[in-house]
C-alpha cells in the first residue's frame, strides 16, 4: 500500500468551497464528500488540522464596506467561520472521525480555546483538530490563519483547497491563454502580485518555509491524491 507523503497536514477550505453551487449557506452534500476524503486521510495515518473560512456566511471587509467599522465586521466573519467548524465537525463525528474543534476567540460551550500543545496532541491521537475563529484579530485572513497555525502545529504543507485548480500568470476567466504554473515561488507569487493567498499569509508561509499546495476542490479526492504526493494544482515553495 501507498504510504503517504505527509504526515501531518493543515487543510485550508474556504466558505464558499462548503456552500457549493448555491454559493451561500451550506451544502451538505459538498461538506460530506470532504469529510469522506478526510476520513480516508486519517485512516491512511496521515494527522489533519483545518482551518476554515467564513464567507459563505460573511466576509468581514466586503459584506461590511463602509457600513461597519472593520473591528466588528471582521469579528463578525470570525463568527461564520465557527459555524462552518461546527457543521465540518459534526459531518466528520457521523462518519466516526474522532474531532476537535478549537477557536481563537474563546466559546467554551462550544468548543475548546486554541491551545498548540492540545492541538498537538489531539492530532498525534489521530483526531482532527477544525481551527476556527481565523487568528483571532481582525485585519487577518483566514489564509493567513491557515499559515499561522501550520507554522504554529509543525505541518508539512498547506493544503489550500479553492475553486480555481492552480496559479495562473492572470485570471484565467479574464484572460484565456493565461498559464498555469506547477511550481512557482514566494517571492513570484508576491511580485507579480498573483491571487494565490493576500500578501500577509504568502508572507508568512514564506518566512516560515512552508511550501503551499494548491487546488481544486471542485472533486475532494484530490485533497488525497495531495497527500499520497500526486502532482495536482500548483506548489508554492522556495
Not at 460573511?58 to 471582521?74: F, S
Not at 468548543?111 to 481582525?138: D, M, Q
Request: proline share 3%; with cysteine; net charge neutral.
Amino acid at each position: 500500500m501507498a504510504q503517504p507523503k505527509y504526515k501531518r497536514v493543515l487543510l485550508k477550505v474556504s466558505g464558499e468551497a462548503l456552500a457549493g453551487d448555491a454559493s451561500k449557506g451550506l451544502d451538505f452534500q459538498v461538506i460530506g464528500e470532504v469529510c469522506d476524503v478526510v476520513k480516508k486521510c486519517v485512516e491512511s495515518g496521515v494527522q489533519v488540522g483545518i482551518v476554515v473560512g467564513g464567507g459563505n456566511f460573511w466576509r468581514g471587509m466586503k459584506d461590511g464596506g463602509d457600513k461597519m467599522v472593520r473591528v466588528r465586521a471582521d469579528h463578525m466573519g470570525m463568527l461564520a467561520t465557527a459555524i462552518n467548524a461546527l457543521a465540518l465537525a459534526d459531518v466528520l463525528e457521523q462518519k466516526g472521525v474522532e474531532v476537535r474543534v478549537q477557536t481563537a476567540v474563546e466559546m467554551r460551550s462550544l468548543a475548546e480555546p486554541y491551545i498548540r500543545s492540545r492541538a498537538i496532541r489531539h492530532l498525534e491521537k489521530g483526531r482532527v483538530v477544525i481551527f476556527g475563529c481565523g487568528t483571532g484579530n481582525p485585519f487577518f485572513s483566514t489564509d493567513t490563519a491557515a499559515v499561522l497555525r501550520a507554522a504554529e502545529i509543525d505541518a508539512e504543507v498547506i493544503l489550500l483547497a479553492k475553486n480555481i485548480d492552480g496559479v495562473y500568470s492572470a485570471d484565467p476567466k479574464k484572460v484565456p491563454d493565461a498559464v498555469k504554473y506547477d511550481s512557482i515561488s514566494y517571492a513570484d507569487v508576491l511580485a507579480q502580485r498573483l491571487q494565490v493567498m493576500d500578501s500577509t499569509a504568502t508572507s508568512l508561509s514564506m518566512d516560515n518555509k512552508i511550501p503551499v499546495l494548491l487546488f481544486a476542490l471542485k472533486d475532494p479526492e484530490n485533497i488525497y491524491r495531495a497527500v499520497m504526493g500526486e502532482k495536482i494544482g500548483t506548489i508554492v515553495e522556495g
